[in-house]
């Protein structure tokens, strides 16, 4: 079992930066596959950046990477991202995700069925 409490969120004028965690209870952290997802206003979710259990892969969407940095500190519990160069089009509720099993290809940290516990969301609102 795992649970997920996002922190980090807030506003941010465009170009500006902010770093959300992702802090994860439970002994499983260590060996889950982690994602960050957002759902903007009228949108639906979709993934932004997955890690692998042992950081050595990481994936991003085709609209921040570049902008955006997923990490992880497993000693820590925690999950980071990185956001840089924000723009108005960031605005959304972000949420990170862990899931049990390894993913079979780099496809699948963006499916968000794949994952099998997700947090509450933290608000990130870039204004222009």
């Known amino acids: 079992q795992v649970q997920l409490a996002e922190s980090g969120g807030g506003l941010v004028q465009a170009g500006g930066s902010l770093r959300l965690s992702c802090a994860a209870s439970?002994?499983?952290?260590?060996?889950?596959?982690m994602g960050w997802f957002r759902r903007a206003p009228g949108k639906e979710r979709e993934f932004v950046a997955g890690?692998?259990?042992?950081?050595?892969?990481?994936y991003y969407a085709d609209s921040v990477k570049g902008r955006f940095t997923v990490a992880r500190d497993n000693a820590k519990n925690t999950l980071y991202l990185q956001m840089n160069s924000l723009k108005p089009e960031d605005t959304a509720v972000y949420y990170c995700?862990?899931?049990?099993?390894?993913?079979?290809?780099?496809?699948?940290?963006?499916?968000?069925?794949?994952?099998?516990?997700w947090g509450q969301g933290t608000q990130v609102t870039v204004s222009s």
């Open positions: 995700a862990a899931g049990r099993k390894e993913f079979s290809t780099p496809s699948s940290y963006g499916k968000s069925y794949n994952y099998d516990y």
């Open positions: 439970g002994r499983t952290f260590s060996s889950a596959m």
């Open positions: 890690i692998r259990w042992s950081s050595e892969n990481t």
